[in-house]
């Protein structure tokens, strides 16, 4: 089972949550950038299928709008598709023109699928070169935290990028968890008690709100 699992993992090239991202080095729209770039800085890195299609355009401009928000978490942002960056840039430039916005972040232009295939943003079964809407949140150490994949024809959440970022970046701040649909700002979970004592006392504390000894939150 275990070598299943590995032969799986080396087929896809998907790297696992907790594991340090893949290095790269590759071409954008904004000149060559590597992982080095982003030390000291969390990135989401999320591929498109193709340039020129409107699913994608529809997420190129949701992305630029959050991407303020997510420079204000030490957050940058890095698109990807297997597209050329003469094709990227016309894009760009259609956007603009189009839809009144400007794209600020950089575009990887992965021809030779090498970042896309580190990333395992190709899915093997597949027969196209295009890549998935994938999603790999990379924190400031360069450890990925968070792996989302979507349908080709489902565009992203735009309000869940920045919410799973400032769940992530709670969650290392304050060494607690949130619940579902957690919204910065509201109350958070705490780890159940590790011993009897340590569930009366929080039963009885003001601190927590307790709904039962192992189901408590807090503010924070």
Request: glycine residues 6%; negative net charge; contains cysteine.
């Amino acid at each position: 089972m275990e070598q299943k699992e590995q032969h799986t993992q080396q087929a896809t090239g998907l790297p696992r949550i907790g594991e340090k991202a893949p290095d790269f080095t590759a071409q954008t729209t904004h000149g060559e950038i590597t992982l080095d770039d982003y030390k000291g800085q969390w990135f989401i890195l999320f591929s498109h299928p193709s340039d020129f299609t409107p699913v994608c355009t529809t997420e190129f401009v949701g992305f630029q709008n959050i991407y303020e928000q997510l420079r204000a978490l030490n957050t940058e942002l890095i698109g990807l598709s297997i597209d050329s960056v003469t094709s990227h840039i016309a894009w760009i430039k259609n956007i603009e023109e189009n839809f009144d916005t400007k794209i600020e972040f950089p575009v990887i232009a992965d021809l030779n699928k090498d970042v896309a295939t580190k990333f395992g943003m190709i899915m093997p079964e597949s027969n196209g070169t295009e890549t998935s809407r994938a999603v790999f949140v990379i924190d400031d150490k360069g450890t990925i935290r968070a792996v989302i994949y979507y349908p080709l024809s489902t565009g992203r959440n735009m309000d869940e990028m920045v919410r799973l970022v400032e769940a992530l970046q709670t969650t290392d701040e304050h060494g607690v968890s949130t619940p579902a649909d957690w919204k910065k700002g509201e109350q958070v979970i705490v780890s159940p008690p590790k011993t009897t004592e340590e569930a009366k006392t929080r039963m009885e504390s003001p601190d927590y709100e307790c709904t039962d000894w192992y189901f408590c939150k807090k503010n924070i």
